[in-house]
């Protein structure tokens, strides 16, 4: 059981990166000590190409928190040693982006808690979130839990699960899992200090992995379902988008809708029809209707324009995946 003082606020440290380390971030700033904070390297954003800190950067400096950055951590024994240092309770992880090695899983007396986008021990490894819409998933949720050496396969501390919306895509349910994940780890840093959490081993037996997406992921095959093809368009709509081929010309998908989930409509790619709604594609179970799109280097249009300017007719197709070359 791990245990801690009601009445004593926690030293930590924070480790995290992207925008859905904020809420954790801003909450245990608020009921614990923070000493000091832990991301990655600053980044070349935007059309200029300069360093951008990460948002957990951004929000530490405005906390006047001494910030550490490292490409390697685990080959960083100069932070690993200042770290080691500020002697902390804990250590907090959410979404660092790096695997911690034990070295520094050693340090705290207490241990380093994480906090991971989905229902532990589903759903392991890098982009939970993205993979649960993939998958076409009604449910997924938060855990905290104790970290060890492996990929997301410490003991388990709190769970919160959360209904998927029809609609959302991986931006909308990241943000909500973000909020959810904030709350969590409020409430396991508490039930620490009072001394009433007992880890619980996940069992190896449930447990799924995920890997890291691909830009290819993001290429439409028009052989999948209609439902699969708008799952997968809400889970990769972030990174790396939804993209299809109209002859040559790459389309970046902006906006879809499942037009119909069952029966076969045309050839999978053949367009059926172009209206108001949007054009009409057939897919391989149903159609697919997409509604606004973006050229490269253009701005976001709907079919209409683009038929405007550009051949489209009912009876054309899109470049399937095996046009593509099973890419």
């Avoid at 619980?200 to 037996?205: A, G, H, R, S, V």
């Avoid at 028009?222 to 708008?230: L, Q, T």
């Avoid at 972030?238 to 040559?248: L, N, R």
Wanted: hydrophobic fraction near 40%; aromatic fraction near 6%; glycine fraction near 8%.
């Amino acid at each position: 059981m791990v245990s801690q003082s009601a009445s004593h606020r926690l030293k930590l440290i924070f480790m995290g990166t992207p925008e859905f380390a904020v809420p954790s971030f801003k909450a245990v700033f608020q009921s614990e000590e923070v000493i000091a904070v832990v991301t990655q390297p600053d980044r070349p954003k935007g059309r200029g190409m300069t360093l951008q800190p990460s948002p957990i950067k951004e929000e530490a400096l405005r906390q006047s928190l001494p910030v550490y950055q490292s490409e390697r951590i685990r080959q960083d024994a100069a932070l690993i040693k200042t770290l080691s240092d500020l002697a902390p309770d804990m250590i907090v992880v959410v979404a660092f982006g790096q695997i911690l090695p034990e070295t520094v899983l050693n340090i705290p007396r207490l241990g380093c808690v994480n906090v991971h986008a989905s229902l532990l021990p589903h759903y392991r490894g890098a982009a939970p979130i993205q993979w649960a819409l993939i998958d076409g998933k009604e449910k997924t949720g938060v855990t905290t839990m104790m970290m060890d050496k492996g990929m997301d396969t410490g003991p388990m501390l709190l769970q919160r699960s959360l209904e998927i919306q029809p609609e959302e895509t991986d931006i909308m349910l990241s943000l909500r899992l973000a909020d959810c994940g904030a709350e969590l780890l409020v409430e396991t840093m508490e039930q620490i200090k009072k001394g009433i959490l007992t880890p619980i081993p996940q069992k190896e037996n449930e447990a799924t992995s995920i890997r890291l997406l691909k830009k290819e992921d993001g290429l439409i095959r028009w052989e999948d379902s209609s439902e699969a093809i708008f799952n997968r368009w809400r889970g990769v709509f972030s990174w790396p988008g939804t993209t299809a081929y109209y002859g040559e010309e790459p389309w970046k998908i902006l906006a879809m809708e499942i037009g119909e989930r069952e029966g076969t409509w045309g050839r999978a790619g053949e367009v059926l029809n172009i209206s108001k709604r949007g054009v009409e594609v057939a897919t391989g179970i149903g159609y697919i209707v997409i509604s606004q799109l973006k050229l490269a280097g253009g701005r976001a249009i709907s079919p209409k324009e683009y038929a405007a300017g550009h051949p489209l007719e009912k009876g054309s197709f899109f470049i399937t995946k095996e046009d593509l070359g099973n890419p």
